[in-house]
């Protein structure tokens, strides 16, 4: 009975991975399309944020989100595999003390301020 246990007990551990998963803030999106649209200037994301980051950067289709975990350490499990396989869309990413906190899913062209982006 103690082994049946353990081993469950592992195979959810294991994959718990899929509920951790970050989705897409849709009220920042809308408040960064809305800041945009109205600006038409490059948005400051520290003064639309109301939360505490320390840096961003954006996915672009088809990038590798491991490709750019490896080259600048930062741990981007809880993002999706299929986040950035859209011909259509961004992907912004804050990070937080090299985690990935939050997502905007931008469909459409907007341009942020270059402070605290990664570059990538």
Not at 4 to 22: A, D, G, K, P
Not at 51 to 56: G, P, R
Not at 67 to 95: G, M, P, R, T
Request: net charge neutral; hydrophobic share 40%.
């Amino acid at each position: 009975m103690k082994k049946t246990f353990l081993i469950i007990f592992s195979v959810t551990l294991t994959s718990c991975e899929s509920f951790i998963q970050l989705n897409f803030d849709r009220d920042l999106t809308h408040k960064i399309k809305s800041e945009y649209l109205k600006e038409k200037k490059p948005i400051d994301l520290d003064n639309l944020t109301d939360f505490e980051w320390d840096n961003y950067f954006i996915i672009y289709p088809y990038s590798i989100p491991e490709e750019i975990e490896k080259k600048y350490k930062i741990d981007l499990s809880n993002l999706s595999e299929y986040v950035a396989i859209d011909d259509f869309k961004l992907v912004l990413v804050f990070i937080k003390n090299k985690k990935s906190i939050k997502i905007c899913e931008i469909k459409y062209r907007v341009e942020f301020t270059e402070n605290k982006k990664l570059k990538i």
